[in-house]
């Protein structure tokens, strides 16, 4: 059984997002992969001398994109957040979450969040006679939900001695060495073996062991593609460099600009495979007008299935419990960074920020359909409430 909740995050800002910018609708590239146009008739400008970069990854970013042309914002977001050392979450240097931090989430303020979350994975687990179980966590952050869960686990002496692995996916180093701090204690005290893995796909099959997953603000910061439909299909929005840009361009009147940032949004001229194939990998995208936008992230898709997988692919079943903010939908224009609790333009300093998509539930369910029963999304405060969030706070 799979649930699925729609996070009501102190991350989702106050006010709406803004709309795509109105460049992304006029491409402006005239020759290179992005040909289409006849040649400039007069010579180009010299184009505008690119500022320092502000931070290492701005600097990978822009040489990437000298050597081997625009990137997906895939990659953009895979590097801003996961780079290894210099990341968003793999940079030691970042506080990230609470107050001096960029965001704070739901675990973060308050125990009763990650403990009405055990009493409905216990709820399922029980249902199914009390099998061995095994907990695992898709990016626990600092631990503090874990902690949470296994405290209420630690009180209940049937729960406590059934419980024998917990398995965290977690790829910051940083990250594992807080997670570590706050868990290992609890895996000494209650006895359970406590192991980190890089990926989904290097939990093993357990086939006598019931499986309880939790997923809290992960999928959110998975890297999606972002794609724009024309008549002859969807085409790629990319990355490019204001300086690659600038080299492009037949008309040279936003040659003289001061762009704030380095980069700009680039549009492929045609559909690319990946494109065509993203956009057609859920029969919900056809319905999408022309001129609209798409963000679609291939790697949410297969973690959920993998995640299908773990959760069915043993005698006893599971339960597993994603929450993040989205809905039963796509977005298109829901990328986002975070900076000291506000909301920041995504090419504001490249892995110092933090970036976050919607996620598509109904994407999810779709990856997932033929393996275990999805159930949601459903607001998280009508979940908590069902918990007993109001029985709890007296
Ligand atoms: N669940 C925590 C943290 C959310 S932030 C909370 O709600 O407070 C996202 C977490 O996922 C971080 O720990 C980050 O390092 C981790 N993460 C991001 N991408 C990942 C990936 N592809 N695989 C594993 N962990 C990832």
Redesign the pocket.
Known sequence: MLRTLTRCSTRLPRFSVPPPRNYLFRPIFTKGIFSGNDEPAAAAPEPPRAPSPSTKIEKLLLDSIKATGPLPFSTYMQMC??HPTHGY??NPEHE??GRQGDFI????ISQVFGELLAVWLISQWMDKGLPPIRLV??????G??MEDVLRVFAQLDAVKSHLTQVHL????LT?RALQQERLAPRSTAMGFRLDWY??IYDIKDSPDEYTMLI????FD??PIHLLQKSQQGWHEVLVASQEYAAQQQANSTSTSTTPKYPFHRVLTPTPTPISSILGSSSPRFQTIPEGGQLEVSP?AFRMARQVGFLLSQNRVGGAGLIIDYGGDNCFGDSFRAFKDHKLADVFEQPGECDLTANVDFAYLKESMADLVTPHGPLPQGEFLESMGLGIRLK
């Open positions: 957040l996961s979450y793999t990230v979450f989430t739901s675990p973060e966590e898709l990016g626990p952050g600092r503090t939900l996916v977690e790829t910051s990250m890089d990926s997923a809290h603000e992960f910061a998975l790697f």
